[in-house]
């Protein structure tokens, strides 16, 4: 029995190759500011509201920017608007991630007596 091999790299070689790429429905990007909010179960005071709609726009924008890269094969995956869609980049940060350390001194005060 003889087996033949060949990869995309081959076939690409050979012609074109096109994906037909669509975003999936579930893709937040058409949505406004209150609908967004209403989806993710969030809430702002009066004051706060303005400022989160902002980092909601920006948010916004890079999604549709970035969605338009992906159907145009110029990027490799999508993205969609998530519950953070309106925290600013340093919020996340000191709420979801650990702070970074030098090698070796893990579990030291930073306090200096």
Not at 5 to 10: I, T
């Amino acid at each position: 029995m003889k087996l033949t091999y060949f990869s995309l790299a081959g076939l690409a070689a050979a012609g074109t190759i096109s994906f037909d790429r669509t975003l999936p429905s579930t893709v937040l990007q058409e949505i406004d500011f209150e609908d967004w909010m209403a989806t993710h179960d969030i809430s702002f005071t009066q004051d706060e509201a303005a400022g989160r709609l902002k980092h909601f726009l920006n948010a916004k924008k890079f999604v549709k920017e970035h969605n338009q890269k992906y159907l145009n094969g110029e990027e490799e995956f999508y993205v969609s608007l998530n519950k953070f869609a309106a925290m600013p980049q340093e919020e996340f940060l000191e709420k979801y991630t650990q702070p970074t350390w030098e090698a070796g001194t893990y579990g030291e005060s930073n306090d200096q007596e």
